[in-house]
């Protein structure tokens, strides 16, 4: 698949974009992707479209470990307004909802959402699926394991890309059945998995090419990036963009930064190594 359909508005796949993060949370774990004001959020959105984003991520319940729970109410007031305030100032963005509920999702799209980023795949929430396929936006589907509480807790893989392919093919076959066409995996950097599976993952994520999807890589400023350097994630900008550079190299096709400007750089660098 080479191109989504973001209401109306193809996104061409063929060359890899950058999904700016834009948290309208008070405990994102990066504190400097945390929105204080309405200027406030004009101002990094307005920065990270001058840097080149071509979508931004807005959430508003935090996946960081130990987050603290978020009514869907709270979800919706957060997430909500904010879609309706960016689409008044920016007509022409495209704007993803990270959320795994699926009236957060139905809300945000009505709103002016183009696509849902779910960190479970539809296994949170059993009406989730159903409701992209009403909709049909596109629905970026992560892999982890466990609910909500658990999802970062470490599993034992007996061979992580061949368990990580059965989920997903599990998921796209039910995707596929409601009639959901535009489909994006995350293979789920930090969720459900140890250091070393996180990088195995990573050093095989060609492998997920075999679903013939595009794959989402969120690895920006994360805790793999930030024990194997022994930095905080404030310090993890560099790494960030290693990362990034090498899953461009394995077929990644989304990349989801906090830091736009040097998410682009790693795309123009890479297009030119490949003579494009």
Same mark, same amino acid.
């Given at each position: 698949?080479?191109?989504?359909?973001?209401?109306?508005?193809?996104?061409?796949?063929?060359? *890899?974009?950058?999904?700016?993060?834009?948290?309208?949370?008070?405990?994102?774990?990066?504190?400097?992707?945390?929105?204080?004001?309405?200027?406030?959020?004009?101002?990094?959105?307005?920065?990270?479209?001058?840097?080149?984003?071509?979508?931004?991520?807005?959430?508003?319940?935090?996946?960081?470990?130990?987050?603290?729970?978020?009514?869907?109410?709270?979800?919706?007031?957060?997430?909500?307004?904010?879609?309706?305030?960016?689409?008044?100032?920016?007509?022409?963005?495209?704007?993803?909802?990270?959320?795994?509920?699926?009236?957060?999702?139905?809300?945000?799209?009505?709103?002016?959402?183009?696509?849902?980023?779910?960190?479970?795949?539809?296994?949170?929430?059993?009406?989730?699926?159903?409701?992209?396929?009403?909709?049909?936006?596109?629905?970026?589907?992560?892999?982890?394991?466990?609910?909500?509480?658990?999802?970062?807790?470490?599993?034992?893989?007996?061979?992580?890309?061949?368990?990580?392919?059965?989920?997903?093919?599990?998921?796209?076959?039910?995707?596929?059945?409601?009639?959901?066409?535009?489909?994006?995996?995350?293979?789920?950097?930090?969720?459900?998995?140890?250091?070393?599976?996180?990088?195995?993952?990573?050093?095989?994520?060609?492998?997920?090419?075999?679903?013939?999807? *595009?794959?989402?890589?969120?690895?920006?400023?994360?805790?793999?990036?930030?024990?194997?350097?022994?930095?905080?994630?404030?310090?993890?900008?560099?790494?960030?963009?290693?990362?990034?550079?090498?899953?461009?190299?394995?077929?990644?096709?989304?990349?989801?930064?906090?830091?736009?400007?040097?998410?682009?750089?790693?795309?123009?660098?890479?297009?030119?190594?490949?003579?494009?």
């Amino acid at each position: 698949m080479s191109s989504i359909n973001c209401r109306g508005k193809l996104l061409d796949l063929a060359q *890899p974009q950058v999904m700016g993060i834009l948290n309208v949370t008070p405990d994102s774990f990066y504190d400097r992707s945390r929105i204080s004001s309405e200027a406030d959020l004009y101002e990094k959105v307005q920065t990270m479209l001058d840097q080149g984003a071509d979508m931004i991520d807005l959430g508003g319940y935090s996946t960081r470990p130990n987050a603290g729970f978020v009514t869907q109410d709270e979800e919706i007031d957060r997430v909500v307004p904010t879609v309706k305030f960016l689409m008044a100032n920016f007509t022409d963005l495209i704007i993803s909802v990270d959320t795994f509920r699926s009236d957060v999702a139905a809300r945000s799209i009505d709103a002016g959402a183009s696509i849902i980023n779910d960190i479970s795949a539809g296994s949170l929430d059993g009406q989730m699926l159903n409701t992209i396929a009403k909709f049909q936006v596109p629905y970026i589907m992560m892999h982890m394991l466990g609910d909500f509480a658990t999802m970062h807790q470490k599993h034992d893989y007996e061979n992580i890309i061949k368990e990580m392919l059965l989920f997903f093919a599990e998921r796209i076959q039910l995707a596929r059945q409601l009639g959901i066409n535009d489909l994006i995996l995350d293979p789920g950097f930090g969720f459900s998995k140890s250091l070393d599976d996180n990088f195995q993952v990573l050093n095989q994520l060609a492998d997920l090419s075999m679903t013939d999807l *595009p794959i989402l890589v969120g690895v920006s400023r994360k805790s793999m990036i930030c024990r194997t350097l022994d930095v905080n994630p404030a310090e993890a900008l560099n790494g960030t963009s290693v990362i990034n550079t090498l899953a461009l190299t394995k077929g990644a096709k989304i990349l989801r930064v906090h830091d736009v400007r040097e998410a682009k750089q790693c795309v123009a660098l890479y297009q030119k190594m490949i003579g494009q």
